[in-house]
C-alpha cells in the first residue's frame, strides 16, 4: 500500500507528456533519416550503425559515470527487451523504407491496442467489454488505411503491424524496467545488448557506406538514442497510459516531412483511418488511467472498535 501512494506521489503527468512529446520529434526525424539512408544502404546495415552509434552516443555517460550503474538483477527482462526491439526494428525499417512515411506511423499506431490484447495474456490483465470495442475499433481504423479487397495490401504494411504488435509487448517491458531501473541504463543496454545481434544480418548485405554517409548513420544514432531517452524519461515520470496519448503528435511532424523532404502527400482514407485509430487508443488509455486511479486509492483505516462498558454488578449481588 505505502508503494501504491509512492508511486502516486512521484507521477508528473505534464512532465511525462513533455518528455513524449520530445520522443515524437526525434522518432520522427529518425523516420526521415531511414527514409533517406535505405535509398543507397540496405535497411538491415542501417539498423547495424543505429545501434552501434547509439552506444556510441551512450559512452560519455557510462565514463562519467561509471560500469557500476550497470549493475541490475534483471538482465533477462533487458535481453528480452533487446530480442523483441530487433524483431519491431527489422520489420520496421523495411516498411519505412519502401512506404509512404504517414501511413506507415498512422498503422503503428495501433502497438497500444497490441498491447492491450498482449497485456491479457502476458500480465494477466482483466479487460472488459468496452476495451475490446475500443480495440475492435482501432484494428477498423487500420483496415480503412489499408483498404484489404479494394486495394492489394502492400507487404510493408503488413511489416508495420508486425513492428506495432512487437512493440506493444516492448513497451510494457520498458514500463516494468522503469519500476527499478534508471533511465540511461535501460537505453544503454538496449544498444549494447542489439550492436552484436544486428550485426550478423548486416553482414549479408553489407556496404561500406561513403564518408557523407556516415555522418547521416552518425546522426540517425543520436537521434534514436535521445528519442529512447525521452520514451524512457516519460514512463519514468508518469503511468504510461497517461503519456501514450501524445505519441500521436508523431503523425502530423511526420506527414510535413514527408510533404517537404520526399514530396508525399496523406491521402483521405489514412487521415480517417488515423483517426478512428488515435480515438480508439485515447479511450483506451482513458480506461487504463482510471482503473489505475481506483487502484491507488487507499480505504480510511478502520476504527478500533469500542470496548464494551464494564458489567456493573446489581446492588447486593
Request: aromatic content about 10%; some cysteine; overall charge positive.
Amino acid at each position: 500500500m505505502e508503494a501504491r501512494r509512492a508511486d502516486a506521489a512521484r507521477a508528473d503527468p505534464v512532465r511525462g507528456a513533455m518528455w513524449m512529446v520530445g520522443s515524437c520529434v526525434f522518432f520522427a526525424l529518425l523516420t526521415a533519416l531511414i527514409r533517406y539512408l535505405s535509398r543507397t544502404i540496405d535497411p538491415l546495415e542501417i539498423i547495424f550503425f543505429r545501434n552501434l552509434f547509439g552506444m556510441v552516443v551512450m559512452l560519455p555517460w557510462l565514463w562519467r559515470h561509471g560500469l557500476g550503474t550497470l549493475r541490475t538483477r534483471r538482465l533477462w527482462l533487458y535481453a528480452l527487451r533487446a530480442l523483441i526491439g530487433l524483431a519491431a526494428m527489422i520489420a520496421w525499417f523495411q516498411a519505412v523504407a519502401r512506404m509512404n512515411l504517414a501511413d506507415a506511423v498512422a498503422l503503428s499506431f495501433t502497438a497500444p491496442l497490441f498491447a492491450t490484447v498482449v497485456a491479457v495474456f502476458l500480465l494477466r490483465e482483466v479487460v472488459r467489454l468496452r476495451r475490446w470495442v475500443a480495440v475492435g475499433t482501432g484494428f477498423l481504423g487500420a483496415m480503412v488505411i489499408l483498404r484489404p479487397g479494394f486495394e492489394a495490401v502492400p507487404p510493408e504494411a503488413v511489416y508495420v503491424l508486425f513492428s506495432a504488435a512487437m512493440m506493444g509487448i516492448a513497451v510494457s517491458l520498458v514500463k516494468m524496467l522503469a519500476r527499478t531501473e534508471a533511465t540511461a541504463p535501460i537505453v544503454f543496454y538496449m544498444v549494447l545488448m542489439l550492436t552484436p545481434a544486428s550485426a550478423i544480418p548486416a553482414l549479408f548485405v553489407w556496404k561500406t557506406p561513403a564518408p557523407e554517409e556516415f555522418l547521416w548513420l552518425l546522426a540517425l544514432g543520436a537521434t534514436a538514442t535521445l528519442g529512447h531517452l525521452c520514451l524512457v524519461r516519460a514512463f519514468a515520470c508518469a503511468d504510461a497510459t497517461a503519456v501514450l496519448p501524445f505519441d500521436f503528435v508523431r503523425l502530423p511532424i511526420i506527414a510535413l516531412i514527408g510533404y517537404l523532404a520526399f514530396d508525399q502527400k496523406v491521402d483521405g482514407w489514412t487521415a480517417l483511418g488515423a483517426a478512428i485509430i488515435i480515438a480508439a487508443s485515447v479511450y483506451i488509455a482513458h480506461r487504463e488511467a482510471a482503473a489505475n486511479r481506483r487502484a491507488l486509492v487507499v480505504p480510511p483505516p478502520r476504527p478500533d472498535p469500542v470496548p464494551p462498558p464494564p458489567l456493573r454488578r446489581p446492588p447486593g449481588g
